[in-house]
T-cell receptor
């Protein structure tokens, strides 16, 4: 079945540091790929998405590129802020079901 | 729009008790789903519905029942709570696209934190 593997957290960075959170997937066919973010005490929010190979999703300074050859969808941001502290989930959609990774907690310190 | 609302926010049950977690959305979304979130496990799909009167099982359906009598509401029932059901539960909704597949963005409720003693 479909699966998503994310790097383990927590990831702790200083403000303005570069962020990479790795995500790889296993799926049949051509899934859509997503990054969701969960701020403390809240539900998940869609951060960005990509629906086909080589697409780049971007939002709020975050980017991720759909790499079919490496089955990856790594999340990057050039300069993180304290307000980016949250849990980030990589996910794929096959048909009507979303499959999530285990989540990566990001802590950004001053 | 209130979006996706869930009640209660917190609940403590004893083993064997029953309860219903409420979920409602005011966006006229056809697709609704329930997930549980456990440490180190991510979100796992419990049940989902593609429209009123239609429900289906997800990855971890055992111990849970759902029904969808209206487009707006999608309650989750625990018939006999067990400690293994201690978790945070999220309801989500989305449009159901023209190809019969849910649209890209799911809207999540704020969650219900359930503890079963």
């Amino acid at each position: 079945g479909d699966s998503v593997t994310q790097m383990e957290g927590p990831v702790t960075l200083s403000e303005e540091a570069f962020l990479t959170i790795n995500c790889t997937y296993t799926a049949t066919g051509y899934p859509s790929l997503f990054w969701y973010v969960q701020y403390p005490g809240e539900g998940l929010q869609l951060l960005l998405k990509a629906t086909k190979a080589d697409d780049k999703g971007s939002n709020k300074g975050f980017e991720a590129t759909y790499r079919k050859e490496t089955t990856s969808f790594h999340l990057e941001k050039g300069s993180v802020q304290v307000s980016d502290s949250a849990v980030y989930f990589c996910a794929l959609r096959g048909g009507n079901k979303l499959t999530f990774g285990t989540g990566t907690q990001l802590k950004v310190e001053l | 729009n209130a979006g996706v609302t869930q009640t209660p926010k917190f609940q403590v049950l004893k083993t064997g008790q029953s309860m219903t977690l409420q979920c409602a959305q005011d966006m006229n979304h056809e697709y609704m789903s329930w997930y549980r979130q456990d440490p180190g496990m991510g979100l796992r799909l419990i049940h989902y519905s593609v429209g009123a009167g239609i429900t289906d099982q997800g990855e971890v359906p055992n111990g849970y029942n759902v029904s969808r009598s209206t487009t707006e509401d999608f309650p989750l029932r625990l018939l006999s709570a067990a400690p293994s059901q201690t978790s945070v539960y999220f309801c989500a909704s989305s449009y159901h696209g023209t190809r019969g597949i849910q649209s890209d963005e799911q809207f999540f409720g704020p969650g219900t934190r359930l503890t079963v003693l």
